[in-house]
């Protein structure tokens, strides 16, 4: 068997793991779409378009119930849409009212539930992929790869996903959307006070792509050392006997805080770089709080037509809503991206070995003939003095063999080759089949039966346990 890239020796008994660079790939998007499943993932949009919606039209019918001048209000054409005499009785103002807030709450209820159930199905799916790719891995790979390193994947990451990312994309569509029915709303009152808003939107912008880009790589070297502390503190706990035979506890210790004040300086990192997007959006959303406030100042001076004190109000209201809506979009975009880092992460583990997917099991395999080893080989990584070496052996059909040896004399080894757990050299067959032509999952199911050495006995007599 032929070791992959990922198995490849790096110069180091582990290998030095890996992290994306750029922007995530839309294939990550496409995972987390068709864990959540695409048709509930649209129903959820649609609800959430229908919260917009009626959460706007419930302010807009507050501010012409609050209105003195109610025929002016009652002249637009989107109000003629729905009515044809304006409403001016009391209860029959409560009574749209009582309608816009049952709709609301009705789609309130429903994107919310779809946001929590499309979350748990997308959480599932890719958790039993990654652990279903992990699980399928060599044990060179597992060699590579510390216990760490697959604990913070499954841990980190693994809650970043069941908590963050579907509430994220729920609160990002729903941020848009606000955004949108505000501008609607806003140039329907008053439109002079979006006439700032472009460039708003663009200064914002200006210092969003460098925030971006920064702050998604600081989060996968957050990540990458969160695995390094893992990894160190697993090897410890694992290890403590060695390590005090050895004297060590000093060494250890200094390795694990040094590993513990990297993570640190990438979470203070990103704790500036979210302080220094902070006070520049802040800064320039302050232009147009200040240019919406002064339109009351305006109108006074002749400078603008008269209004409504309640337009005058509401669009003021708005305009500040709109600022912090345009916020929200660009830090929950950039929170998306590093929540979905972990999808990534995750994927990159669901990924299996080529054997076991190119390959259509058969349904009964019936081994027929002696199993033979002819100059098999085991070397664990290139350059390290083989395991095994020209072993030729001849095991009968239903016989039952025990092979027993000093410590490290290769028990083991020979044993991972005849399952095709290690690449080695030479030919293992049954019969005429020779099994690394075989797909591994098919030799360790169909073909060959061991008895691991855990002192472990099943419920039975121990002829049973021998040969069940």
Known sequence: TQTTPSEQPTGGLAAKEGR?????????????????????????????????????????????????????????????????????????????????????????????????????????????????????????????????????????????MDKAVTNII????????????????????????????????????????????????????YLVNMSCVYQHMAEALMGGIIVRAFAALQRVAWTTVRELDDLQRASFAKMGINLWIS?????????????????PVLQYFGYLGPQSAALVGFSIEHSRGVVGVIQQIITNFSDLEMQLVSIERLSEYARQEPSWTAYAFPTRFVPVGDLRLRNVEVSYRPGLPPALSGVNLAFAQHEVTAVIGRTGAGKSSMLLSILQLVPYHGVISVGEVSL??????????????VVPQQPVLFEGGLRWNLDP
């Open 170 to 221: 729920g609160v990002l569509f729903g941020a848009v959307l606000y955004l949108i029915g505000h501008c609607v709303v806003l140039a329907l009152a008053n439109a002079w006070t979006l006439a700032l808003l472009p460039f708003c939107v663009a200064g914002m912008e200006y210092f969003a792509k460098y925030y971006r880009k920064t702050v998604r790589e600081v989060h996968r070297i």
């Open 20 to 160: 994306a660079e750029g922007g995530v790939a839309w294939d990550t998007y496409l995972v987390y779409l068709n864990g959540a499943g695409r048709f509930l993932f649209v129903i959820m949009l649609l609800a959430l378009v229908g919260i917009m919606v009626f959460q706007n039209l419930c302010t807009l019918w507050v501010a012409y119930w609050t209105s003195e001048d109610k025929a002016s209000i009652a002249k637009s054409a989107g109000f003629k849409l729905f009515f044809q005499a304006p409403p001016e009785k009391p209860h029959e103002l409560l009574k749209v009212y009582a309608c816009l807030v049952a709709c609301f709450a009705f789609f309130n209820i429903v994107g919310h539930g779809l946001e929590i159930i499309c979350g748990i199905r997308a959480a599932r799916r890719i958790f039993e992929g990654a652990l279903k790719g992990t699980l399928s891995r060599s044990f060179a790979w597992w060699d590579a790869n510390p216990t760490g390193r697959v604990i913070n994947r499954f841990t980190e990451d693994v809650e970043v």
């Open 279 to 295: 006070l520049r959006m802040s800064l320039i959303g302050y232009t147009l709080n200040v240019t919406a406030q002064l339109q």
């Open 436 to 449: 690394g032509d075989l797909p591994p999952l098919a030799v360790r199911t169909s073909v060959v039966g």
